[in-house]
Nanobody, 124 residues
Framework: QVQLVESGGGSVQTGGSLRLSCAAS????????MGWFRQAPGNEREGVAG???????NYVDSVKGRFTISKDNAKNTLYLQMNNLKPEDTAMYYC??????????????????WGQGTQVTVSP
């Protein structure tokens, strides 16, 4: 069983930065695709960034150039560096993973392993 634990959320002002971490434990060999999702109150959960087993990366358009996803395989940890944060980035951020090898898109239904979330709040 895989456990995903996020950390690093907090409150910042517009233009600030945060770095989210997601520590994976348990059977981590099956985490062929990992990603970050976010959900603001009243909104659907949306994919923010994903990284596949070969290091291929994709981002939602709204964060391109501001967010960077990375992973440290030795530490079984996924990261999301968030720069130039905007109020519209305010949301609960979730780490997620799945074992599919054929695709690594930011499709919520593909992901079957989720963390508990960490809150990011950006004030004007």
């Amino acid at each position: 069983q895989v456990q995903l634990v996020e950390s690093g959320g907090g409150s910042v002002q517009t233009g600030g930065s945060l770095r989210l971490s997601c520590a994976a434990s348990g059977y981590t060999d099956g985490n062929n695709c990992m990603g970050w999702f976010r959900q603001a109150p009243g909104n659907e959960r949306e994919g923010v960034a994903g990284i596949n087993m070969n290091g291929g990366i994709n981002y939602v358009d709204s964060v391109k150039g501001r967010f960077t996803i990375s992973k440290d395989n030795a530490k079984n940890t996924l990261y999301l560096q968030m720069n130039n944060l905007k109020p519209e980035d305010t949301a609960m951020y979730y780490c997620a993973a799945h074992y599919r090898r054929d695709r690594c898109f930011l499709w919520t239904n593909d992901f079957n392993r989720w963390g508990q979330g960490t809150q990011v709040t950006v004030s004007p």
